[in-house]
């Protein structure tokens, strides 16, 4: 299918406006060709065009980059995936000495080790930041048992980083470089702020919704321990080019296998399912990829956030078909939801679902085995209930993260049983969040927000 630039390029550019998204970059896969668009500006103070070579902050999509060096690893042989960690990090630990035990590469990879996501520990900028962060994380209680549940988790990639640095000798970053990053040719991608400012610098821009957001008084707030997990500084066109040695069975365009079919197929096999499709956006897990069903036709992709930086990965293999959008701030899962579904249809078939939100006829759902207390490392859930029958949820930071935000306050509207829409929250903008309450294969009740899963405890 011919790919009009010029058409889609002028949707971007309304859709963003629309959307009040400062600037962004989108380059698409089709037909074996990479195109590429932006629009808009890096910094609304400065005024600087986004053009397609302009650099973003990846948020988590930076997880797949880390889950393709871990299967670099794993096709050497100096790893396995059914390892556990400890074998190969001694000083890895959690409070549970058994569940230490059972956490192996495999489940850190797809979310199911029950280490938490939001440890926020500034390790330093130093090269030993990530090995200081994994003794740091010692003490940090599991958001569930390992194996019994998917609980996204950026401590378990700050982990796989430092299991990459142990075992070749380099940093996570030197790491990335020489086995991924070189070899396939991405000039426009790398970890460090230092190598970034050589290129176009897209910075956050913060602000309500419905309005111009203004430039974010720092441009990335990360510490360097977060790389693994969160910080690949990259080029919309940049992750075409990554995605597409995934697309053609692990080789480079030259034809330097970076990795074997083997492994690349295992990435996108489906390890564990979602508790909804609500849950985390998705309908399961694979190595490091979020997998999708869109009515019968399945695909692959990640999503990512640093500070208002947001990026967003499709992918539809048997169509050959990627896209990707990276942004500064603004309403940007509405220009996501909005071109996203009208490109993936155009170019690949593709049904994308309805946004999330309540339903048109909500459903009666005693709430009486749901309110309670849920608690993991650094946030308290409470879901109430008031005389009139309407369902309340209280969303509180504590522990490290206690200073990260006041206390979000939101209603809960149900979608069916188990899934309920939560409005209210000015952090999330104009639309709802998921609210999913699942159970744990150990029979604990436990509630989902933002895909993590948080056991009841009272």
Known sequence: MTFDAARWQARFDALRAAHHVPGASLAVLVDGEIHELAGGVLHRGTGVEVTTDSVFLSGSLA????????????????????????DVLPEFATPDPEATKAITIRRLLSHTGGLTCDFNYDSGRGDDCLARYVEAAKDVALDCPPGTAISYSSLGYVVLGRVVEVLTGMTWDQALKDLLLTPLGLEHSMTLPEEALRFRVAMSHLGGPGQDPDPAPAWDLMPRSAGPYGRVIISAGDVIRFVRMHLDGGTAPDGTRVLSADAVAAMQRREVDSPDKWTVGADGWGLGWTL???????????????????SYLRVVP???VAVVLLTNGGGTDGLYAELFRELLAELAGVRMPAPFGPAANPPAVDMTPLVGTYRREGVVTTVTQDEDGRAHIRYEFVDGMKDFSPPLEMDLLPVSETVFAASGGPAYGEGHIPVVFSTLTDGTPCV???????????
């Not at 997880?63 to 400890?86: E, F, H, Q």
């Not at 069903?293 to 992709?301: A, E, N, S």
């Open 448 to 458: 989902y927000i933002g895909m993590r899963a948080t056991p009841k405890t009272a």
């Open 318 to 320: 048997h169509a050959g």
């Open 63 to 86: 997880k797949v980059y880390t889950a393709t060096l871990v299967m670099r690893l794993v096709d050497s042989g100096m790893l396995d995936l059914d390892t556990p960690v400890v």
């Open 292 to 310: 999708y069903d869109w009515d019968g036709v399945p695909g692959y992709g990640h999503d990512g956030s640093a500070v208002a930086q947001h």
